[in-house]
C-alpha cells in the first residue's frame, strides 16, 4: 500500500512563507499525476495544486495561483508546495494525493488513488 506523509505545516503570520512536503513510500515516477488539496474547517476538500509525472505541466487554484508553486523530486521521491505571500484564508489542512493514472482531471478529489493524513496551516492575521 502506498503512503503519502505530509509534513512542514505550522503557525504563520499573513504575508509569511511555508514549505509543504510530502514523501512517498514508492517511486514517484510510478505516479502519473501528484497533487496538493486542502480543507477548512466546515468547508469541503479543494484542489490547489498538480503537476504531471515529468514535472513539465502544473495546475493551480486561482486563489493560490502566483502565491504558491508545486515541484516535484522524482530522486527523493518528495512533493513540494512552496506557499509565499500567506493569508488568513489559506488556513486549513493540507493534504498530498497521487494517482497513477490520467483519470480525465487532475483537479477532483475523486481523480486520486492515494491520500496522506494531512498537515495543518495555520495562518494568523
Known amino acids: 500500500q502506498v503512503q503519502l506523509v505530509e509534513s512542514g505545516g505550522g503557525l504563520v503570520p499573513a504575508g509569511g512563507s511555508l514549505r509543504l512536503s510530502c514523501a512517498a513510500s514508492?517511486?514517484?515516477?510510478?505516479?502519473?499525476?501528484v497533487g496538493w488539496f486542502r480543507q477548512a474547517p466546515g468547508k469541503e476538500r479543494e484542489f490547489v495544486a498538480a503537476?504531471?509525472?515529468?514535472?513539465?505541466?502544473?495546475y493551480y487554484a486561482d486563489s493560490v495561483k502566483g502565491r504558491f508553486t508545486i515541484s516535484r523530486d522524482n530522486a527523493k521521491n518528495t512533493l513540494y508546495l512552496q506557499s509565499n505571500s500567506l493569508k488568513p484564508e489559506d488556513t486549513a489542512v493540507y493534504y498530498c494525493?497521487?494517482?497513477?493514472?490520467?483519470?480525465?482531471?487532475?483537479?477532483?478529489?475523486?481523480?486520486?488513488?492515494?491520500w496522506g493524513r494531512g498537515t495543518t496551516v495555520t495562518v494568523s492575521s
Open positions: 494525493a497521487a494517482s497513477r493514472h490520467y483519470y480525465g482531471s487532475y483537479l477532483l478529489t475523486d481523480k486520486y488513488d492515494y
Open positions: 503537476i504531471d509525472w515529468s514535472g513539465g505541466i502544473t
Open positions: 514508492e517511486r514517484t515516477v510510478s505516479f502519473h499525476a
